[in-house]
């Protein structure tokens, strides 16, 4: 045998005995150390992507001896502690095994209210006896566990208590508590869960920007996108002046071949949606008008745009638009009268409302079912005289 067969040999066969040491010097595809699989957790938040990448350790760990009781201040100590390895001499526990647990984020967030950039961090977790735990969130990600430590990398620490957890074998991340502007991270394991919230307060700005970018390729060429990006902006409220911009595009703007702008009762309404939201009343009163007068008229697209002025205070002028959609819709027995309905209710006119709820009540279409309850508590309120 030459040498160097000789020596790979002997490297294999002590690779069982020396797998930490042989799993950071390799560069072939090793177990991990302890059995500690590796793990990856994504949640999204409107959005922005946040990802957790760790090795997840059990409570029987590798050798199955039950740890059970001993995780927390033994296995894991309290406070930073000398690991005997590596330059630092006060780490933060890892928050989970192998190599350093990362979090990477798409976008600029919010964690417990502070805020921290978009990048990949190393994810690590101070354990306290008593009070508060503290996550800390380092520009070294690319460690080996937090053996490198150092607190000048910290970009950020927040505080959150540790909280009684059902039994979790495997330290296990996760999101819950998801909003579409917010999810709780959470790491559990064995009888505890650490969380810490994460939040996009500029949701819908990211929203906005994304079609915009998105509206400049293939959908672009389709007016319709135009305008949903339109009602986005006008039912969020936000950057009204671009939505003003992709209404008329999504009327007017001259596409080349199939994909041109198109003017009707539908986007007319959401022309109009945006500039009521401007709170330009009487510019937005003559594009709905302009809609109503076209001889074929959206009903439900009509029904949301007068209902959107009960929101403003506008009451007069959505029940105007409601009989007027009712007039150009005689054949439907659920939209035009739902409108009524509303609009007299939000007059003050009790027996034309109940009249109409009491119609829409009668044939209510399948997507509407989930609001019935709804519709109902309001009738029964207008009969008990309420």
């Known amino acids: 045998m030459t040498k160097m067969y000789i020596l790979a040999l002997l490297l294999c066969l002590l690779a069982p005995v020396q797998?930490?040491?042989?799993?950071?010097?390799?560069?072939?595809?090793?177990?991990?150390?302890?059995?500690?699989?590796?793990?990856?957790?994504?949640?999204?938040?409107?959005?922005?992507?946040?990802?957790?990448?760790?090795?997840?350790?059990?409570?029987?760990?590798?050798?199955?001896?039950?740890?059970?009781?001993?995780?927390?201040?033994?296995?894991?100590?309290?406070?930073?502690?000398?690991?005997?390895?590596?330059?630092?001499?006060?780490?933060?526990?890892?928050?989970?095994?192998?190599?350093?647990?990362?979090?990477?984020?798409?976008?600029d967030v919010k964690i417990e209210g502070k805020e921290l950039k978009a990048g990949t961090y190393g994810l690590f977790l101070k354990l306290e006896k008593d009070g508060p735990w503290m996550w800390i969130f380092s520009h070294n990600s690319t460690g080996w566990g937090s053996f490198q430590y150092d607190p000048k990398d910290d970009a950020l620490r927040v505080h959150v208590n540790p909280q009684s957890a059902a039994y979790t074998e495997f330290l296990t991340y996760g999101f819950d508590d998801r909003r579409p502007d917010s999810a709780m991270a959470f790491l559990q394991w064995e009888n505890k869960r650490i969380a810490f919230k994460i939040n996009v307060p500029n949701v819908d700005e990211l929203y906005v920007d994304e079609m915009a970018k998105e509206l400049q390729g293939w959908p672009g060429f389709k007016y319709q996108n135009w305008q949903i990006a339109a009602q986005f902006c006008a039912n969020h409220k936000i950057r009204l002046d671009v939505g003003l911009i992709w209404a008329?595009?999504?009327?007017?703007?001259?596409?080349?071949?199939?994909?041109r702008g198109r003017e009707d009762s539908s986007t007319l309404a959401t022309k109009a949606s945006v500039l009521q939201a401007m709170g330009r009343n009487d510019e937005a009163d003559a594009v709905i008008n302009k809609a109503l007068s076209l001889q074929e008229t959206d009903v439900i697209r009509i029904h949301f745009y007068a209902a959107s002025l009960l929101s403003y205070g506008r009451n007069d002028k959505a029940l105007e638009i409601f009989k007027a959609n009712q007039q150009h819709h005689p054949e439907e027995n659920?939209?035009?009268?739902?409108?009524?309905?509303?609009?007299?209710?939000?007059?003050?006119?009790?027996?034309?409302?109940?009249?109409?709820?009491?119609?829409?009540?009668?044939?209510?279409?399948?997507?509407?079912?989930?609001?019935?309850?709804?519709?109902?508590?309001t009738l029964k309120k207008l009969k008990e005289g309420k």
């Open 19 to 107: 797998s930490a040491h042989g799993q950071v010097l390799s560069e072939l595809s090793l177990p991990p150390n302890g059995a500690n699989e590796r793990a990856e957790v994504s949640q999204w938040i409107g959005p922005v992507k946040i990802t957790i990448d760790y090795h997840s350790p059990n409570v029987h760990g590798g050798t199955g001896a039950d740890r059970t009781g001993q995780i927390w201040g033994e296995l894991v100590p309290y406070g930073f502690f000398d690991q005997g390895l590596g330059p630092s001499r006060a780490t933060p526990w890892r928050a989970g095994a192998n190599e350093t647990t990362t979090i990477s984020l798409s976008h």
């Open 248 to 259: 008329d595009k999504a009327i007017s703007e001259p596409f080349k071949g199939p994909g």
């Open 334 to 377: 659920f939209w035009p009268y739902l409108g009524l309905a509303q609009g007299y209710t939000a007059v003050g006119d009790k027996e034309n409302a109940i009249k109409n709820w009491e119609i829409a009540l009668r044939d209510v279409p399948a997507n509407a079912k989930s609001d019935v309850p709804t519709y109902e508590a």
